[in-house]
Structure formats: structure tokens, C-alpha cells
């Protein structure tokens, strides 16, 4: 016969009392199992995407767009204003018109006869139209320079949205007060290297023009000192509009701005003598021209800007080659072609196959511009995009001027190199990221959501201690009669605290057993119907979070609950529940 | 067997001592049946508890098989508790998740089929026979407290106490009930001390001490 007092007949007996309990054990170590994995996952996923860079180290200019742009964007715009209220004084009431009205309002007889009266029509006639299409000019130029310094404060909005989210990733209000504030320009700005583009032609032209108004008044005065000189003074000639000190500074700053936009179109400046230099440092396997640019994916954690590689055809076999990737369908990208290949997770993650397409034109947060198809599917340990240098170089403004350089470390030189590297560009044109760099901010971006984590898991451990103690404890007091009767008859005291910890270390492990169970039913099917199709990746059987991460919860719950048990058995006095009359 | 010699038992209340046992001095012989009998508070169960060992005097000693409690650590108390004496109490102190005869085991020493068909054998001997898988819920009071009665005698014990055992039955089930620890003092040559306030249920006793003031009046 067996022990009536057995934990099978415990188990089996209570189940009205144990099963609760276990299944609210259960589902908060599932809770934990999945929070947890779904951590591990995007940091995984993090590290996977950012992969390449545990071979590679990028070289990237450190200008932007913002510091080429700003400076003359905004004093051209201070002068503008300035300008525009001259050309409406020249062109207004008693200026050009009025002028060119009085001139052509001479007599006939002597404006033929004197061919420095038709000289000075001419000029004021040109005068007249260079004030007219310079006024013209200023309009969309005014517009233009402002469109693209909101291009400027977009970006800025958006890296400080980015890194709200990044600080407080569970809070929703930055996002939604931006898309808000955003949406509907959103949508209406065109791309930010054609709005170069028209404002370029439109400083062109206004630069032209005001160079036209300026000299035509400069004519005017001369015809008018010629004529008064050579004693054929008019009394009714009027005295013409002088050219003003403001239009030469807004011609300078005009060209100065001309200058600027020019240089943009260019290389950063040194790019050939550091790829050249790079090449010469020893434990150096590869170094490349990159015109790089990114796509916007989903890392679980939030969405990430995914490196791609504009390299040349050599360049694209040999980056295959040093990961150990190979094309699985499809084909490397073309020269000088709108084509990418990309990884296969990559390709799952942005929904696309063999003949589809990425770009600005489909997802406005990628960088790739316009909209280029997708010819080759890659697969192998790590990530990669690919993309033809020539393309991106000779079709995009931005891209030309913004190339850096992939430098391949021999396997053991990175650090060397990377020192070496960091000696070349110094600090001022260029600078390095590498897999330390980057792992660094996977990690920092991570952390937060870990500490959230850490202190959701400790206060469910807390709240389930709190919970499942106070249960077992008032299915103690249920069961007083029992332990009062099993001490007065001689059970040990100690005896009845094993029994009592047996029994609740049997409920809490059936619990984490069955916690952890569900939990791996429940990220497997996860992860085949989410996770993998989205190019995530998980590890359904992590022990490290399956074992380590939740077994504080039961264990803090049967201490907490053996503990007060424990401590009401030590203190059990049978006579007490042997002479209670209930 | 069971000596008791000059015992005191004080409750301390705030300033004032009660004094639940006071002095009393007496012997329970093998297999005597000695009932202890007065009114509430005059000290009856006290006395039990320390002639059990369950509780420790103030003053005065206790001693079974001419071993001294005072000798004996709360361990070993709780040895000769467990392997030497049985209990019936005013409550049967059932657990509920188990059967009759489970519960009659949970006394049990040595558990071996021996003592499962000793247990079975107690409970048909109780009329419990057809009644050995029941839950103590399925039982009526006076069937459960026979269910207690056969746990107290399982093991066989050297000694039974039993404390009000009837409190809580009606007059025939109380007799049943006492009838059967006299009939194990009878068979298993036991002895049996019974506290109770109904003098109805010592009619077999060889003894009757009557408890007043926490002492033995007669």
C-alpha cells in the first residue's frame, strides 16, 4: 500500500486547487518566454542585418546634405527678401517703367538725331525686361530654397523622431505626432536630388538676370553722363534708377550659392588618395569605391536603415565571396543598371522576388532612389545588398558626392587596419564604422528594451510571488486541520515543511514545464508564420531564455510561498487547532 | 506504564497565573481503561496533553515505560507520540482528499500490506467495511469519527488517548464509539485514557478520576 500522504495523491486529488495555480505559473513564464525570444530575436536579427560589417569596414564622408546645404541656402534666402523689395522699387512707381516711359516719350525728331538717345532707350528697354524676368526668377527661387531647407528640417525631424523612439520605444506620441505634423508633405515632396536640380537652373537664371539688370543700369547712367557730357542736355530727360549695392551682394551670394551646388555633384574631395593610401595599409585584403545607400526594413524592434553596397562587378563577386554567400536565384546587378541583389531574408522582409522593386518610388523611407529591380536573390551567413556603382554615381547627385570606400581587413588585422584607417582620414572628411561601432548601437538600442524587460519579468516574479503565496497560503489554512492532527500525532515538524516544499515544488515545476512547453508550441508557430516569412530571426529553443529568464518565477514563488507556509508550520501549535471548536 | 508525579500545568494571563493542572500524581497500568472526567476547565484535557506529551509541565514529572519526558528531546516526544500512542480527538481531524482507509493509514508506522489489511480489518471491525473508498465528505459524522477512532488504533499503540471522543456525536454513536477503544483495550491489551464530561461513557472504565480545579478530587 501506498503512502496515503503521497504527492501523486496530492496532485491528484487537488486538481481544483493546483491546476490554477499552475496555469497562472504557466502563462506568465510563456509571457516571459515570449517577451524574452522576441528580444533575443530582434537583437539577432539586429546583429544578422548589420552582419557584414564583421568583415568590412565603411569609410563614409562626413559632411551631409544639411552641412553643404545650409549655410548658403539660408543667406541666399536673407538676401532674396532684400532683393525682391530693390526690384519692386526699380520696376514700381518713378522706377525702370516710369523711366523707359519717359524716354521713349522724347521727341522723335530728337531721338534720331541723337544716337545716344536711342543708345540709352535700348539700355532702359533692357533694364526693363532683365527687372521683369527677375522678378519672375525670384518667385519659384524664394520657393525653391525654402522647399529645400524644409527638405533639411524633414530629415532633422525625422533623426530626432528616430531618436525619441530609440529612447522611448514603447511610447507611440512622437510617431504619431509626426506623422501628423508630416503627412500631408509627406506625400507632396518630390525627391530631394531633382528639387537640387530645379533650384540649381533656378539660380542659373536669376544669376543671369540680375547680372543683365545690373549692367543695363549701369548703361543707363552712362548714356545719361555721355549725354549731359556732350551738352545735348534734355531738359525733360529723367534722371534713371541707380544700380543698387544689393543686387552685386545678391549676385555674390548667388554665386556663391552656384558654387555650392556645383561642388555638391562632386566627390567628396580626397576620395582618390584615401582609397589609394587605404590600399597601402598592410593586413588590407580589399578596398572598394562604395556609392551606398539603404532600404528601410523591420527589425522587430523598430524599423532599421539596411546598408547596401554600391560597388563595381569585381567588387560585388568578391564581397560574395569573402561572406560565403552565393546568388540562389536570379543574378548579380548589371553594369551601369537600375538592379539589386539582395538577400533572401532581405527580399522577405520588403515582400519582394525576382523581378520586383525597391527604392524611394515604393517605400519614401529608403534611400536607394527611384525604384530599382530586384535581378538576384542572395543566400548565406550574412546579409547583403547590392547595388552597380556606375549607376548610382552617374545617375544621382547625392550619391556622386557622397561615395566612400569598403576596406576588407585581412582576418586578424582588423584592429590594425582600422587604426591605420582612423590615422588616414584623421578627423575631419571621413569616417569609419565598423562591427564594434555598430554592435555598440545594436546593444545600447537593445538595452533599453532589456531594462523594460528586466523590470516587467521582475515585476511579474513580484506580482506571481505575491499571488501564488497568498493562494498557497489560504489553501494552508484550508489544510491546518490536517498538519495540526499530523504533528499532535508525532509527524515531525520538519517532516510536514519537506512535505509541504515537495508538494510545491512539484506545482511549480509542472508549471515551468508546461510554461515552457506552450511557449515553444507557441514561437514555433510564430515563427513559421511571422517571424521567417519577414526575414526575422528567431531561436525557438534559446535555453538561455527557455531555462536562465524564467526560472525566477517559480523559484521566487516557491520561496515566497514556502517561506510563509514554512514559517506558520515552525510555528504550528496542534492544541490549539486539536481544541478549535469549528 | 504512565506515571504521572506531582504535575503543574500554569497559564499566564497579563499578572495572573491559572493553574490548569495542579499536583496531580497518578499511574495508568497496561492495559487499564482510566476515564477522566468533570467540568469544562477543571483541567481534564490539560491533564491529557501532558500525560501524552504533547504539552511539557511546569513542574513534575511524566514518564512512560519508566523513561522520563523531561529526558526526552521534542524529537523524541514526538517518537513516542508517533509510534507508541494514539489519538482520538472531539474533531476526527480527517483529511478530506483521502479515502477511509487511506486516512486510517495516515496512523499507520509501517506501511505494508500488513498493516493495509489491519487498517481494512478496523474498519470492518467499526462497520465500516462496505465504506473502505469513501471520502470522509461521504460519510456521516459518527462514521468519521469511528474512521478516527481506527487511525488511533493502526499502529497499535501502548497507550490511547482520546479527548471528548462523544462531544460531537449523539448518545449511541458516542457508546459505539467508546465501546470500540474499550473493546481494543480488550484485544490488543492497550491501555486507554478517555477525558470526557459525560459520565455515561465510563461505564467500563476501571478507573474514573474526577478533575476539579485541575486537580484529582477522587
Known sequence: ?582 | MLSAQDLALDYRSGGSVAHAVDTVSLAVERGSFVGLIGPSGSGKSSLMYLLSGLKRPNRGAVSFEDRDYASLSGAGLMRLRRHRFGFVFQQHFLVNYLSAVENVMVGAVKRNHDTAAYAQELLRRVGLGDKLQKRPYQLSIGERQRVAVARALVHRPAVVFADEPTASLDQATGHEVVNLLADYRRTGGGSLLVVTHDPAMLTGADRVLQMRDGRIAA
Not at chain 1, 545690373?214 to 552712362?222: K, M
Not at chain 1, 538577400?343 to 532612389?369: C, F, K, M, T, Y
Open chain 1, 1 to 582: 500500500m501506498t503512502n496515503p500522504l503521497s504527492l501523486r495523491n496530492f496532485y491528484f486529488r487537488n486538481k481544483r486547487k493546483v491546476l490554477p495555480v499552475v496555469g497562472i505559473l504557466a502563462l506568465a513564464i510563456l509571457g516571459v518566454v515570449v517577451t524574452d525570444s522576441l528580444l533575443a530575436s530582434a537583437r539577432e536579427t539586429a546583429y544578422a542585418t548589420f552582419g557584414s560589417y564583421q568583415k568590412l569596414i565603411l569609410v563614409a564622408p562626413r559632411a551631409t546634405r544639411d552641412q553643404d546645404l545650409a549655410n548658403p541656402l539660408q543667406d541666399s534666402l536673407a538676401r532674396l527678401h532684400d532683393v525682391q523689395l530693390q526690384v519692386d522699387a526699380l520696376d514700381g512707381p518713378g522706377g525702370i517703367t516710369s523711366y523707359y516711359n519717359a524716354v521713349i516719350a522724347l521727341p522723335a525728331q530728337a531721338r534720331a538725331q541723337l544716337p545716344a538717345v536711342q543708345r540709352l532707350e535700348i539700355d532702359a528697354a533692357n533694364a526693363r525686361y532683365y527687372a521683369a524676368r527677375l522678378r519672375g526668377d525670384l518667385v519659384p527661387l524664394g520657393d525653391l530654397i525654402v522647399r529645400v531647407q524644409r527638405l533639411q528640417t524633414e530629415e532633422q525631424a525625422f533623426n530626432q523622431l528616430v531618436s525619441q523612439l530609440m529612447q522611448h520605444p514603447n511610447d507611440p506620441r512622437p510617431l504619431i505626432t509626426y506623422l501628423q505634423q508630416h503627412q500631408t508633405w509627406l506625400q507632396s515632396v518630390l525627391p530631394d536630388s531633382a528639387q537640387l536640380g530645379r533650384l540649381q537652373l533656378a539660380v542659373g537664371s536669376a544669376s543671369a538676370d540680375a547680372n543683365g539688370l545690373q549692367q543695363s543700369l549701369q548703361a543707363l547712367n552712362r548714356d545719361t553722363a555721355s549725354l549731359n557730357r556732350a551738352g545735348q542736355n534734355l531738359a525733360d530727360l529723367p534722371v534713371p534708377p541707380s544700380p543698387t549695392a544689393t543686387i552685386d551682394q545678391f549676385r555674390s551670394a548667388l554665386d556663391q550659392l552656384t558654387a555650392s551646388l556645383g561642388s555638391i555633384e562632386q566627390p567628396q574631395p580626397g576620395l582618390d588618395k584615401l582609397l589609394a593610401d587605404s590600399a597601402r595599409i598592410p593586413g588590407t585584403a580589399l578596398v572598394k569605391r562604395d556609392a551606398y545607400s539603404n532600404l528601410d526594413i523591420n527589425l522587430l524592434a523598430g524599423n532599421a536603415q539596411f546598408d547596401l553596397y554600391g560597388i563595381d562587378q569585381p567588387g560585388m563577386t568578391q564581397l560574395l565571396t569573402l561572406y560565403g554567400d552565393r546568388v540562389v536565384a536570379g543574378r548579380l546587378p548589371r553594369q551601369n543598371a537600375s538592379e539589386i541583389a539582395v538577400s533572401e531574408e532581405i527580399a522577405r522582409s520588403r515582400h519582394v522576388a525576382v523581378g520586383g522593386q525597391l527604392g524611394n518610388n515604393l517605400d519614401e523611407l529608403d534611400r536607394l532612389p527611384d525604384a530599382f529591380t530586384v535581378v538576384g536573390i542572395i543566400r548565406g551567413p550574412t546579409r547583403l545588398g547590392i547595388i552597380p556603382l556606375d549607376y548610382m554615381t552617374q545617375h544621382y547627385l547625392f550619391e556622386r558626392r557622397y561615395q566612400g570606400l569598403i576596406v576588407i581587413p585581412q582576418s586578424g588585422h582588423e584592429q590594425a587596419v582600422h587604426e591605420q584607417l582612423q590615422r588616414l582620414v584623421g578627423n575631419q572628411a571621413f569616417r569609419l564604422f565598423d562591427w564594434p561601432y555598430i554592435k555598440a548601437k545594436i546593444d545600447s538600442l537593445i538595452a533599453n528594451l532589456d531594462s523594460i524587460n528586466r523590470f516587467l519579468i521582475l515585476l511579474v516574479t513580484l506580482v506571481l510571488s505575491l499571488v501564488v503565496g497568498l493562494l498557497n497560503n489560504l489553501f494552508f489554512r484550508q489544510r491546518m486541520n490536517e498538519f495540526g492532527l499530523l504533528a499532535a500525532v508525532g509527524y515531525s515538524r520538519w517532516g510536514l515543511i519537506r512535505r509541504v516544499a515537495l508538494e510545491s515544488f512539484g506545482v511549480t515545476l509542472a508549471a515551468w514545464l508546461v510554461g515552457v512547453g506552450v511557449a515553444v508550441a507557441v514561437l514555433s508557430w510564430f515563427n513559421a508564420v511571422f517571424m521567417i516569412p519577414h526575414g526575422l530571426l528567431m531561436n525557438v529553443f534559446d535555453w538561455n531564455v527557455l531555462a536562465l529568464h524564467t526560472l525566477p518565477i517559480p523559484l521566487m514563488v516557491f520561496l515566497f510561498g514556502m517561506g510563509t507556509v514554512g514559517w506558520q508550520l515552525l510555528r504550528l501549535d496542534p492544541i490549539s487547532i486539536i481544541e478549535r471548536r469549528d
